[in-house]
C-alpha cells in the first residue's frame, strides 16, 4: 500500500468515527407507573391536623424533630461506624473504580517488549536453506494503537456502568436512611421499655399494698381467705409481665449496640437510663407522591438500573458491526552485536479491522438486553408502586394508633380514678375488696396497654420517616470511612430514552 492510499483510508476512518452510536438512547418510558398522575397526587385516606402535614414534605435530618441530643448522637456514631455502612461505602467504591475504567476503555493504547537469549534460528524463516549457526540475538518494540469507537460500544458501555455506579450510590443512602431508622426505633424502643418496667413495678407496689390490707382485714377477722388468694394471683399475674419486658429491653439494645459497631451491651451513657421517650413536637410533613418518588433512593436506585441495562442494547448492537484500530511500531530484530543498526530495524503503521460475521448467538445477545431492558422497566414500576404502598400503608397505620392510644389514655385516666374510689371505699369497709380488687386489675391492664400504645406510636413513626425516604441527604454529610467512591457521579447522570420491547 503507497502512501496515498493509506492516508485515504486514515482519512476514512477519520470520518468513520463519527458514526452515529447504535442502540437506544434512555428517556423515562411514558408508560411507566412514575408517570401516572394517581403516583403523584396526595396520598389518601389522610386528613390535615396534628398527626401528619401533606402540605409540606419531611425535612432531611427528620430524626432532629426529636429535638433530644442523644439520639443525634447515637444517628451520627452509627453513620460513622456501622459495619454496614462500610461495605456499602466499599461496593460504592468497586462500582465507581469499574466505571474509571469503562470511560477510559478504547482511545489510545501502547505497548513496549524485548527479548534477548542465543539460540538456533531456523533458516526457513528467513527463506534460507543452510542451517545457521547458533547466534545471541535479540529483540526489541515500541507500539501504539488507537481504538475507534465507530458505533459507540465504548460510550454505551460507559453509559451503564455509571448507571451503575450511580444505583450504587442510591443503595448506599438506602442503607442510610434504613440505618437512621432502626437506630432510632432501638433507642425509643428502649426508653418505652424503661417506662413500661416502671409502671409494672408501680403496679406491682400498689398490689402488694393491696395484698397487705386484705391479709390484715382476713387476720382481723372483717376478711376472708378468698380475698387474700385472688390478691396474691393478682399480685403473681402483674409479676409475670415483667421478664419479658425487660427482654425486650436488653433486645432493643444489643440491637443499638450492633447498629453503632459495638459488642452488646458497650453502649453511651444515657442510653439505659433513658425512662421517657423522646415524643415529636409537631405534626409530621408527609408531602405527596411526587416528593415521595423523587427522595426514595430505592426508586432513584430502580431507575438507574434501567438506564444500564437500555445502554447495554447498545453495547450488544455494537457487537453486529467491525472493531477498527489503527496502529503502528518501531523496533529491531538481530543479532545482539548488531542490534539498532539499519539492517536490523523495522516498522509499520496500519489499519487493524476485525469483524466476526453476525450469528444467530450474536443476534440473540441483543435480545437478550432488549428483555433485560424490559425487565428493569417492570422493577421499576414495581419499586413505585411498592413505595407508594408503604407510605400509604404507614399513614394508615400510623393515623389508626393515635387513635387508639387516645381512647387507651382516657381509659386509663378513667380506671385511675375509679380505683382510687374503690379502694377508699373498701378501706373504709363500704365495698366488698373484690370490687376493688376487679378495679386495680383494670388499672393495671390499661395503664400497660397505654404505655405500650405509646411505643407502637413511636415505631409507627419511625416507619413512616422511613418510607417517606428521607435522612440521605444529611446522612451524605457524616463520610462513613474516607473512600475514592466520592469520586462516583454525584450529577449530570445519563438521560438516555429507553422504549420498551413491544
Not at 31 to 44: D, T, Y
Not at 232 to 256: G, N, V
Not at 304 to 330: E, F, H, N
Not at 391 to 414: F, I, S, V
Request: charged share 20%; hydrophobic share 45%.
Amino acid at each position: 500500500m503507497n502512501t496515498r492510499r493509506l492516508g485515504m483510508l486514515l482519512a476514512a476512518l477519520c470520518s468513520l468515527a463519527g458514526c452515529k452510536t447504535v442502540g437506544p438512547d434512555y428517556h423515562r418510558p411514558d408508560s411507566a407507573v412514575i408517570n401516572q398522575p394517581g403516583a403523584q397526587k396526595p396520598f389518601v385516606d389522610i386528613v390535615p391536623g396534628t398527626a401528619v402535614d401533606p402540605r409540606r414534605s419531611g425535612p432531611d435530618a427528620w430524626w432532629k424533630l426529636y429535638d433530644d441530643p442523644l439520639l443525634n448522637q447515637l444517628i451520627g456514631d452509627a453513620l460513622r461506624n456501622n459495619a454496614g455502612l462500610r461495605e456499602a461505602t466499599a461496593n460504592l467504591g468497586l462500582a465507581s473504580d469499574i466505571y474509571d475504567q469503562a470511560i477510559n476503555a478504547g482511545g489510545f493504547t501502547y505497548g513496549a517488549d524485548a527479548e534477548a537469549f542465543r539460540g538456533l534460528i531456523p533458516a526457513e524463516s528467513l527463506l534460507m536453506f543452510d542451517q545457521l549457526p547458533v547466534s545471541n540475538v535479540a529483540t526489541g518494540k515500541l507500539s501504539a494503537s488507537y481504538e475507534f469507537d465507530l458505533f459507540g460500544k465504548l460510550r454505551r458501555a460507559s453509559e451503564a456502568a455509571q448507571a451503575d455506579s450511580e444505583a450504587v450510590q442510591d443503595a448506599l443512602d438506602m442503607a442510610r436512611i434504613t440505618v437512621v431508622a432502626q437506630v432510632a426505633g432501638s433507642y425509643l424502643e428502649s426508653c418505652h421499655a424503661n417506662r413500661e418496667i416502671v409502671i409494672a413495678r408501680q403496679s406491682l407496689t400498689l398490689q402488694q399494698r393491696g395484698m397487705d390490707v386484705a391479709q390484715r382485714l382476713f387476720d382481723a377477722g372483717r376478711g376472708t381467705r378468698t380475698d387474700v388468694t385472688r390478691a396474691r394471683a393478682q399480685f403473681d399475674l402483674l409479676s409475670a409481665s415483667l421478664p419479658p419486658l425487660l427482654a425486650q429491653k436488653k433486645t432493643a439494645q444489643y440491637a443499638l449496640a450492633a447498629l453503632l459497631g459495638h459488642t452488646p451491651g458497650d453502649l453511651p451513657p444515657g442510653v439505659d437510663a433513658c425512662q421517657e421517650a423522646p415524643a415529636l413536637k409537631q405534626a409530621i410533613p408527609v408531602g405527596n407522591g411526587m416528593v415521595l418518588l423523587q427522595r426514595r433512593p430505592d426508586v432513584r436506585a430502580a431507575e438507574r438500573r434501567l438506564v444500564a441495562a437500555t445502554a447495554r442494547i447498545g453495547v450488544a448492537v455494537a457487537d453486529l458491526y467491525p472493531d477498527v484500530k489503527l496502529g503502528g511500531s518501531v523496533g529491531a530484530f538481530g543479532l545482539l552485536d548488531d542490534i539498532g543498526e539499519a539492517p536490523t530495524r523495522s516498522w509499520q503503521i496500519g489499519p487493524l479491522i476485525s469483524w466476526t460475521f453476525p450469528s444467530r448467538r450474536a443476534h440473540a445477545q441483543v435480545r437478550a438486553a432488549e428483555a433485560g431492558a424490559d425487565a428493569q422497566l417492570a422493577a421499576f414500576d414495581q419499586t413505585v408502586l411498592n413505595a407508594l404502598r408503604d407510605t400509604q400503608t404507614a399513614l394508615t397505620g400510623y393515623a389508626q394508633l393515635l387513635d387508639r392510644q387516645q381512647a387507651l389514655h382516657e381509659a386509663a385516666a378513667e380506671a385511675r380514678e375509679a380505683a382510687s374510689q374503690d379502694r377508699q371505699l373498701y378501706r373504709g369497709g363500704r365495698a366488698p375488696y373484690l370490687t376493688s380488687l376487679d378495679a386495680e386489675r383494670t388499672l393495671a391492664s390499661t395503664e400497660a396497654a397505654a404505655a405500650a400504645a405509646d411505643a407502637q406510636v413511636s415505631l409507627a413513626q419511625i416507619r413512616l420517616f422511613l418510607a417517606l425516604g428521607g435522612g440521605w441527604q444529611s446522612a451524605r454529610q457524616m463520610p462513613v470511612v474516607p473512600h475514592d467512591a466520592a469520586r462516583a457521579p454525584q450529577d449530570g447522570r445519563a438521560r438516555a430514552n429507553y422504549k420498551p420491547t413491544p
